[in-house]
């Protein structure tokens, strides 16, 4: 192949779509290319005998629907289709070239061969962004494997922390006392950084004490030398029967030849237990706060364990709220064992994510009290501020930590009776504000937890005819829920953090998955709608026709393609030893990921645009 050639090749081999070609069609492909050089101004796209598809060598072209809006920019590597039917990426799009720009194009024919030559090219042409995104979805959740799916996880997922190693040299007593330390019940002991044995209590109690050795003796003198290991990706039920073959309690784990970890047979039974129903079971039977904090920090286990069996980002998020519930219900009934009977009736609210149900194992919480309108703060003051802070309290113990905000019951402002609530709602809605478009987030997504459901029953209906009525409060929520924008600047890349801890990352949660949560909350509210759920506001605005069923869908598939990445970072994070967070760097996701990636922050743009163009949120000052 000649060098120009070889260095086209390169040029495609490095961009998606062309990185999924096999070797032998990429190979062939600079051949059937032609190129074509704008000069700053020219018309795009410009006249060719045959409809093509033009790639950006370098340049910029800015493309502009028929009112003559910007719609974007094209920069290296992008891609745009004019007139080719087959492919669903023009549109209606024309434009000028921005820069002095070199295009490489394609014959629509010859696409439309490579297409009939490789699938994972001709689904990245899927004939609808709806389809990419389904595909998406595909490539990143595989079908979960029912009960039994815990047995096809990977060893690595069990892991829940760094090594425990001490060098072999050291004495028996230094490794007792590192296992007391670390809280383990096994430590792997190293030879000049390589693994060369490991103690268990086991060996503690057989070889050294009942043996009445010296404990300052070194441990190798102990150790089982030389142990079986198992790789990181080695299925969970290979690692059984291992151990089961022979009868051991302890594998140490490797990646490669790095030592990743140590599986014992108490990981597994914890992960057999970490499931919803055992969870929920064991909390309600606990006696006291130290029990249910001992119970919820199997709750970072129970995402790793769904995320390794495939669920949905939306089911995950079930399964972490409806823990949460359980943990707010039997702290509730402890204050009351523990204060007496109310002495007035009361709900305890959930707020923001717990209501949604979209909870991770590390949100911070976010709750309210509605008390019934008998009520008195001087007789009745102290009872529900010290079961407020009793829930609150535990429920931070339980690694559910204050809210920053103070959006909290333990916050007075937060504990009123009806008709307390029901004037906020009416000054929030009637009057809007930056406070109330602040408070709305939290105290719009309330959802009933422990006590006289029949207070928030009336409340609700009440809060939703108002918000459908007020027109001026729905365009300040629109203004209000299009400050979070997508990360996807105007040549298709992503706007990254630039600086602090975090630079060089997307903040996935409040560039990504807050805006859909945004979306859905107002056209709750615009149309009265009862549900909380995002998903279930996504398809009660559909169904309602409110919004288009396919732009539901689409939103929907883009909310769980985000919120699934955003499970995969944190779990993989988890399994590292390291604090989860929500800041995604794009050198974690592959290619065709970032592709994905971008059409589902497409979709937010689109439907932000929209809802802007509707509610002429722009007009609000």
Known sequence: ?????????????????????????????????????????????????EDSLYIVRSGAIELRDAQGRLHEKLGEGDIHAAGCQLLDLAGDLTGEATEDTLLYLIPCRQVKRLMGSSEPFDRHFSTSLKERLKYALHTIQAPGQGEAAWLATEVGTLLQRPPVTLECDASIREAARLMTREGVSSVLLLDDGRLAGMVTDSDLRRRCVAEGLAVEGPVREIMTANPITVQRDTLLIEALMTMARLR???LPVLEGERLAGMLSSSDIARQQ???????????????????LTTISQRLPALQLQLAAASATAHHIGEAISCVTDSLTARLLEMAEERLGPPPVPYVWMAGGSQARREQTSHSDQDNALILADDYSEESHGEYFEELARFVSDGLDACGFIYCPGNA????????????????????????????????????????PIHGDESLFRELQPEVLAMSRRNRIFIAHMVANALTHRPPLGFFRTFVLIRDGEHHDTLDIKHRGIVPITDLARVYALAEGLEAVNTTERLRAAAQCGALSEEMAENLEDALEFIASLR??????????????????????????????LKDAFRVIQTMQEAMAHRHHAGSLG
């Open 408 to 447: 909290m019951a333990t916050n007075p402002e937060w504990r009123q009776p009806l008709a307390t609530w029901r004037r906020y709602f009416h000054t929030w809605i009637e009057r809007p504000e930056p406070k109330a478009l602040m408070l709305s987030s939290i105290f719009f997504d309330l959802r």
């Open 1 to 49: 192949m000649e060098i120009e050639l070889q260095e086209i090749r390169g040029f495609l081999a490095g961009h998606a779509p062309f990185n999924l070609l096999p070797d032998e069609l990429l190979d062939e492909l600079p051949e059937h290319l032609s190129i074509r050089y704008l000069r700053r101004g020219s018309p795009f796209p410009p006249s060719s005998d």
């Open 248 to 250: 051991v309690h302890h």
């Open 567 to 596: 499970i995969r970072h944190q779990a993989e994070q988890l399994r590292n030893g390291l604090k989860p967070d929500n800041y995604l760097p794009p050198g974690e996701l592959s290619e065709l990921e970032r592709d994905h």
């Open 273 to 291: 237990s970490n499931h919803p129903v055992y969870m929920t079971g064991d909390i309600r039977k606990a006696k006291g706060v130290e029990e």
